[in-house]
Structures are given as structure tokens and as C-alpha cells.
């Protein structure tokens, strides 16, 4: 296929086109340029805000947009939040524009990346030949975003083979897609096989840094952290390899190594709130309070503008200022948190009310975090349903060392049901009885918890082998309102469904439970290998149309 | 302590302040170079020698455009330390007539109004690995360069040979002269710091080339730059080797 014969098929005059900068000679020059493409759809903005307005109502085909935008979000800022909210189209051509070689498109950061990045001065000539480019390659990745968005990895990763036969020049982005799909689909030894294969070509570190990824996967915490260092010795700003170094040594419990990496990687790109977010995290648990303040005062900030913004740094904020005895500034940081973010993150109240038991409980007010324990009590009576995993443990935690008894004990147990094949879980339970004096007791009832729920499982797998296959979807559906989160149980679950399909035919009421049930498991624990296999098996029964 | 990045020093807090000063100045130079060139490059297109009788030093005008722009360019890149592991270097590959076809579009409109031809000389399909900005940031600046040497021809000729790439560009005119010649072998050497800026205009273009050309490195092997006179027009040819 000759690309400038399809390049020329494309048609630059019906698209709709959003310009982004802040200086009102490059906005028309950019303008006159697409005019002379034959564009006649050309919105402007002159800011990030401006420019959010616009995404939110109009679909364009094609953004061009300046990475610095004077006071308040940036062009990256401005391409995350249109990303996460849904504002643009996996066809949509996002071209990042900025004065000089930017640090971001090194960074290795494989979320959230525009089509390009262009350096001005952008005349006409060059913007044409980008544009084309860029077509090209979503043309290129088309089928396998479309399959991504279906959560279909292993379909994905054979249409990247498919394409890297027509497609040389994208070899190398079609090779990493597919490493990515198959650390997806909790296949690492194919993910290694493919950066191998890259590596034989050219020394790439993204490709250095997925071995190491794989490596650390593995528990081969050392040879990991050795790849990462070299990785970062190699291209300074390789942002992603001190994340991953940093996190190597937190698995190694080496927390000031950790801390120490964060803190340059921080100074390298202080515009990132997940990592001033680790890193004020970390500091915290250092008993570094100013290094922590410092990080989760600049997380606040820069989460002003920015989609990424989390209540972590609210929380960890009102800890420092517990620690510092000022419990009043605490407070009125639970406040705005529950302000800003009560409505994307339904169990706010309760977190917002853990971390006020836990600054008060720090700065010696028992008799306040007791008060804080038997509201939590009350907020817990009025649902079924519990947070996830980790605030269970903290508010486990919290609960008893404030004195309360019967609530701690109910969460630990809903957890263990949720969790009966996790060891590592499982000790972390038991140590939190311990602390409470209920070491004896806290046995007994995890070993309780432990067979209520793989009893459970078993009745359900027993129905299915013996072939009683409705009996046992049935039997799966009840398991699953008992358990909500026990992942054997919902990947089981699933696949008595796919199996029922199977035997007795394609059913729509059917396949969509099922594909719920897997997106469900799939976001309590992303990227196994028995979520691809069963999404590529629902797949297959799907009847063609 | 067994980091090998612990030993960085820390920069002083004031030289990020400047950092930040400078990259946004840049910033704004670098929109009104885009604007100055841009309007330029408009005017030219719709205008010919015969029409317009400013046309000639409208042209001249683009070309000390983009002799600004150039320059600015290899301040930034030699600000942000190229040839260091501190600057963001991006390796990609690309198929040379996608590298090609970025620098005609950067050239066609001052080789146009100077009356210049580009000559090409290039297998479209072949890949290779490099960073694209810098190359290209190279390429059209040893353009630029040569259509202040030429006669009338350009030629930008690319070739594989023996695991290098070989770019060239060469031009029709008398050649460079000695003290170019002189102050390329110098700004090429092995060893750094070997460039006199302060008594060679010519001295920065080539420096930064070179150092692009350094960063470039695969299975030991790191690129190099070469200034001579010959190849097929026996002008001067200018001859960046990436491995």
C-alpha cells in the first residue's frame, strides 16, 4: 500500500478542528494554515479551561494543542481530563505543540500520550506531513483499539502480529502495544519474549524497563531494581523507571531508598499527582512529616487543575497536621475533601471519618478517636457494603485500637470471605488480631471465614462438573451476593456461565452477566490471565451478525 | 551507598528559577519566530519575482528567519544539555521518507524563493533509528547553510552502508572555505570543548551537529559529523554518519 496515495484520500477539509494556544498570532497563523487544507470547521481556545468548554460540547476530529498555556491547566492537563471524561474519540488526532523538546514525550509513561509532538515554528508544509502521519498510524491501530476497548487482549495482540506483516515502520509500536496486551492478559513470559525481540534490534529502554516491570512481577526484586538503575543512567528523564525503582524498593522494604528516588523524580517533573501522591504517602510512613507536607501541599495544588486530583493528598495532609497537633486544620481538610470529591467516590464519608479517627487517635485525643470509632460503627449498620480491601484493614485497624470490638471483627471476617486463597492477606489479618489481644479468637474465626467461602466455591464447581449447569449458575449468582469479591468464586462464576452458553447456546441475559461479573473481578485485580481467556471465549460465542 | 544517581548534585534553587525564566522566554521567542516565518512563507507563496518587487529581500528575509530560529534551537537543545544523559532524548524509527519529507516541508518555500534546487537522493522505504527532531533540527540547518554556499543545487542524498546511515548534503558552489574546513575538524574531534564560539560564526551550528551526532549510539558504535569538499557537485558536502 503506498502511503501517500492513501495520505491523499484524506479528507482535511470536513473535519472539525480545535486550535489550543495562548498567543493570538499562533492561533491565526495555525488557522490559516488548516484553511488552506480546506478546513472549513475551526474552533479556537485561548486557555486550558476555555478549551475544556468546547471539548465538552463538540467532537473534533483533530486537536492542536500548545503545551503551555499560561496560569491554569497545561495541553497535558487538557489532554487527560478529555481522555478520562470521554470527550474525545479513539479516532480523534491530538497533536501536542510546544516551543522546544518536551520532557514529557520521553518520560515513558504509557497512559495518556498525544498522537505527536511538534515543535514550532509549525509551518503549513510540516503540518500537512504530521497530520498524514498521524492518520496513517490511527488508521494502523484502529482494530486493535477497538478490541482494547472491549477488553479483548488476546484479540488485540494477534491483530498486532497481523499488522506488523503489512506495517513495517510501526514494528516497534505495534511490538510494544502487544507486550502491553499481554501483561494484560497475565501472560509475562510472552510480554519478556517481545522486548527480548526488541532488544535484539535496538537498545530501547522502554523495552529494557518491561523486563524489569516482568522481573519485579516475578519478585526478583533486586535484578529489577539494577535494570531500572541502568535504564535511568541511560535517559535522566525517564520518569517511569523511578516509580517502578522506587516501588522495587518499597517491595524490598527499603523505604528511605524508595523515598530518596520519589524526591528526584519529583524534582525532575513536579507536575505529577500520583507521584507527589507515593511520595507523600511514603514520607508519612518514614515519620518524615515535612518531606510529607510538602509533597501532599503540592498534590493539592497542581490537582486544581487536574483530572488526576485525589483525595489520598486531603487524607495524608490532615494526618501530617494530627502529627502536628494542629487537628483543626485536619478537620477542615476532611471537609473540603468530602466537598470536592464526595461525587465520583461514593464511600468518602467513611474515609473522610477513618482518617478523623486516625488524626485524633495520633495526636493523643483518645476520647474524640473513640467518638470517631462508634460513628464509623454507625455508618457501617446502615449498608452491606464495605469498602475495598485496604480502608477495611486501616478501619479493622483503627477500630479496635480505639476500643471498639464487634465492628472490626465483622470487616476482617467479610474480608477473608472475599479472600480465602490470599496468604499474604491472610497473615496481614491475623497480625491485626494479634495486635487486638484476639490472637486466639481471630484463628478461629479466619479459619471460619475461610471455609464458608470455599465451601461455597466447591458446591458451585461440583454442580457444574457433574453437569447440572443451571443449578449451578444459580447456585454461582447466590454465591456471589454472599461474596461479593471473592475473585475465585467470580472468575467460577463466569465460567459455569460461558460453559452454560456453550452447551445450551448463546443467551444475551446470560453473556451480559457474565461480561459484568469479569469487568468486576477485573477491577478488584487488573490483569489476569483467566479475565483474557474467558472475555476471548464470551467473545467467540457472541453470534456473528 | 551503591545509587549511582545519589551523587548528582542538586541544582541550586535559584538555577531553576532562571531555568524557568529562560524556557519561558524562549517560549515567546520562539512564537514570534513562528509568526515572523509563517507570514513570510504566506506572502512568498502568493507572490512571485515578477509581481512583487520586494520579492528578493523577502526571501533574504526567510533565510535570516530561520538562521534565527536555528540558532535559538541549538542554544535550547545545548541548554538542555544535548549530548548528556539530562536531555530528552527520543529514539524512534521512522522510514526515511518520513524524515525526508519533514525537512522538504521545513525548506520548500526560502529554496523556492531563492531560486535553489533540491535534489534527492534517498530509498523512501528504509527505516532507521534516531531522534527525529534533532535530525531534522540538523538536516535543514546544513540547508540553510548550503544555500549560502551554493550556486543553484542542493542535494540531499541518504544511503545504508556497512550497518551507518549516511546523510549528505551537498552543495554546487565553490566549496567551504579553509577556516570552515579548519573549524569543522575542530567542533567534530573526539574530545569536547574544542570550539571557539567567540571567533567562529559557525562555530555553534556545528557543535550542536556534532553532539547530535555523538548522542546517536548503538552496539558501541556512536555517530559522527564530517565537513568536506567534493561529492557529486564539488561544493562542500556536509555528512552526518548515524549507526
Not at chain 1, 38 to 62: F, P, W
Not at chain 2, 58 to 65: V, W
Not at chain 2, 91 to 113: D, H, M, N, T, W
Request: with cysteine; net charge negative; glycine share 6%.
Amino acid at each position: 500500500m503506498n502511503e501517500a496515495v492513501v495520505a491523499d484520500q484524506v479528507d482535511w477539509a470536513g473535519k472539525n478542528y480545535l486550535i489550543v494556544d495562548d498567543f493570538v498570532g499562533v492561533r491565526q497563523l495555525l488557522r490559516e494554515s488548516l484553511r488552506s487544507l480546506g478546513a472549513r470547521n475551526i474552533d479556537q481556545a485561548s486557555s486550558g479551561g476555555e478549551a475544556m468548554g468546547l471539548l465538552a460540547r463538540i467532537r473534533y476530529d483533530v486537536v492542536l494543542c500548545d503545551y503551555n498555556l499560561g496560569e491554569g491547566k497545561n495541553g497535558q492537563q487538557v489532554l487527560e481530563e478529555a481522555r478520562v471524561r470521554n470527550l474525545i474519540n479513539p479516532s480523534t488526532m491530538w497533536l501536542m505543540v510546544s516551543a522546544e523538546k518536551s520532557v514529557e514525550s520521553v518520560m515513558g509513561a504509557a497512559e495518556h500520550q498525544p498522537d505527536a509532538y511538534l515543535i514550532k515554528p509549525i509551518t503549513e508544509g510540516v503540518l500537512l506531513t504530521r497530520l498524514n502521519r498521524v492518520w496513517h498510524k490511527k488508521q494502523v491501530f484502529r482494530t486493535i483499539d477497538q478490541a482494547c476497548a472491549e477488553k479483548d487482549y488476546l484479540r488485540a495482540a494477534r491483530l498486532c502480529d497481523e499488522q506488523i506483516e503489512a506495517n513495517r515502520v510501526h514494528e516497534l509500536d505495534l511490538l510494544r502495544m502487544k507486550a502491553r496486551l499481554m501483561e494484560k492478559s497475565g501472560q509475562p513470559s510472552r510480554a519478556r519474549e517481545v522486548y527480548e525481540q526488541v532488544l535484539e534490534q535496538r537498545e530501547y529502554q522502554w523495552a529494557r524497563a518491561g523486563l524489569a516491570k516482568i522481573r519485579m512481577a516475578n519478585g526478583e526484586f533486586e535484578q529489577a531494581r539494577q535494570i531500572f538503575q541502568g535504564v535511568i543512567a541511560e535517559n535522566r528523564y525517564y520518569l517511569d523507571a523511578y516509580d517502578q525503582l522506587a516501588a522495587a524498593y518499597q517491595n524490598m522494604g527499603r523505604f528511605e531508598e524508595a523515598c530518596a528516588i520519589l524526591e528526584r523524580a519529583a524534582k525532575l517533573s513536579p507536575n505529577s499527582v500520583p507521584r507527589q501522591r507515593s511520595l507523600g504517602n511514603i514520607a508519612l510512613k518514614l515519620g518524615n512529616v515535612q518531606m510529607a507536607e510538602k509533597a501532599f501541599r503540592k498534590c493539592i495544588a497542581i490537582g486544581e487543575y487536574s483530572i488526576m486530583k485525589t483525595p489520598d493528598a486531603y487524607f495524608g495532609l490532615a494526618r501530617v497536621c494530627g502529627q502536628k497537633n494542629d487537628p483543626k486544620e485536619a478537620l477542615q481538610l476532611l471537609a473540603a475533601a468530602q466537598r470536592e470529591f464526595a461525587g465520583e467516590h461514593p464511600d468518602m464519608q467513611l474515609r473522610a471519618k477513618i482518617t478523623e479517627g486516625l488524626v485524633y487517635h495520633e495526636s493523643g485525643d483518645y476520647r474524640r478517636a473513640r467518638k470517631a470509632g462508634d460513628e464509623l460503627e454507625e455508618i457501617l449498620k446502615l449498608t452491606m457494603e464495605r469498602p475495598d480491601t485496604a480502608t477495611c484493614l486501616e478501619l479493622a485497624t483503627l477500630l479496635f485500637a480505639v476500643g471498639v470490638k464487634e465492628a472490626p471483627v465483622e470487616l476482617l471476617c467479610y474480608v477473608i470471605r472475599n479472600n480465602h486463597d490470599n496468604p499474604l492477606l491472610l497473615e496481614e489479618v491475623q497480625a491485626i488480631f494479634d495486635k487486638a489481644r484476639m490472637g486466639e479468637e481471630g484463628l478461629a474465626l479466619v479459619r471460619a471465614s475461610k471455609k464458608e467461602a470455599s465451601d461455597l466455591m466447591n458446591q458451585g464447581v461440583l454442580l457444574w462438573k457433574t453437569g447440572k449447569l443451571a443449578e449451578a449458575v444459580e447456585w454461582m449468582r447466590n454465591a456471589r451476593q454472599a461474596v461479593p469479591n471473592n475473585q475465585r468464586i467470580l472468575f467460577n462464576a463466569a465460567q459455569i456461565m460461558v460453559s452454560h452458553m456453550q452447551q445450551h447456546g448463546h443467551d444475551e441475559r446470560l453473556h451480559a452477566e457474565a461480561c459484568e461479573v469479569l469487568h468486576h473481578v477485573d477491577r478488584l485485580l487488573p490483569g489476569q490471565q483467566r479475565f483474557a481467556q474467558l472475555i476471548e471465549q464470551l467473545a467467540q460465542l457472541q453470534p456473528t451478525p | 551507598m551503591d545509587d549511582p544517581l545519589a551523587d548528582l548534585q542538586n541544582p541550586a534553587p535559584n538555577t531553576h528559577d532562571l531555568f524557568l525564566f529562560l524556557a519561558s522566554t524562549a517560549h515567546d521567542m520562539k512564537n514570534s519566530i513562528s509568526v515572523l516565518s509563517g507570514t513570510l512563507e504566506r506572502l512568498l507563496v502568493d507572490a512571485s519575482p515578477k509581481t512583487e518587487s520586494a520579492y528578493p529581500q523577502m526571501a533574504h528575509m526567510l533565510y535570516q528567519t530561520k538562521r534565527l530560529n536555528d540558532n535559538l534551537m541549538q542554544l535550547l537543545a545545548l541548554y538542555k544539555q544535548v549530548g548528556k544523559p539530562e536531555y530528552p532524548f527520543d529514539v524512534q524509527p521512522l522510514e526515511l521518507g518520513q524524515l525526508v519529507e519533514q525537512v522538504v516541508a521545513i525548506e520548500r518555500v526560502l529554496l523556492k524563493s531563492r531560486g535553489i534546487r533540491l535534489e534527492l537522493d534517498y530509498d523512501p522505504r528504509l527505516i532507521w533509528h534516531f531522534d527525529e527532531d534533532l535530525v531534522v533540527g540538523v538536516l535543514s540547518h546544513a540547508i540553510n547553510n548550503a544555500i549560502h554556499y551554493t550556486c543553484d543545487t542542493v542535494r540531499l542524498a541518504i544511503r545504508e552502508a556497512g550497518g551507518w546511515l549516511e546523510l549528505r548534503v551537498e552543495d554546487n558552489g565553490p566549496g567551504y572555505p579553509p577556516a570552515l574546513l579548519k573549524a569543522g575538524a575542530i567542533a567534530t574531534r573526539e574530545v569536547a570543548g574544542g570550539v571557539n564560539f567567540l571567533t567562529n560564526s559557525a562555530g555553534l551550528g556545528l557543535y550542536f551537529s556534532s553532539e547530535v551526532a555523538k548522542m546517536h549510539r548503538h552496539r558501541g558504535r556512536s555517530g559522527s559529523l564530517r565537513l568536506e569538499n567534493g561529492g557529486a557537485y564539488g561544493g562542500g558536502c556536509f555528512i552526518l554518519r548515524l549507526p
